[in-house]
Nanobody
Framework: QVQLVESGGGLVQSGGSLRLSCAASGSTFSMGWYRQVPGKQRELVAGISSGTIYADFVKGRFTISRDNAKNTVFLQMNSLKPEDTAVYFC?????????????WGQGTQVTVSS
């Protein structure tokens, strides 16, 4: 199971941009970003493996990418809206001796002011 370290959250005005980064301690099959607000379930924002997947509410605004050499995934968030305010969590799927493992980062707060 890999360890994940996130960075890049913060406070930004509506319409602004932020870039999240997540570095894994080892190689992974897939990585992604989820977000959660108090009282609601954690939801998928974007994922990347051989391809990419996005939640409908971020299509055209967010871009996920990865640097395989550095085991790092990025989430470029543009045209941010107040409703994007949440704690963003990095997620990774890795394997070890034929078993799959899921890892989570500690979460990074993103706050978008109106």
């Amino acid at each position: 199971q890999v360890q994940l370290v996130e960075s890049g959250g913060g406070l930004v005005q509506s319409g602004g941009s932020l870039r999240l980064s997540c570095a894994a301690s080892g190689s992974t099959f897939s990585m992604g970003w989820y977000r959660q607000v108090p009282g609601k379930q954690r939801e998928l924002v974007a994922g990347i493996s051989s391809g990419t997947i996005y939640a409908d509410f971020v299509k055209g605004r967010f871009t996920i990418s990865r640097d395989n050499a550095k085991n790092t995934v990025f989430l470029q968030m543009n045209s941010l809206k107040p409703e994007d305010t949440a704690v963003y969590f990095c997620n990774a799927i890795s394997s070890n001796y034929g078993s799959l493992y899921e890892s989570w980062g500690q979460g990074t707060q993103v706050t978008v002011s109106s």
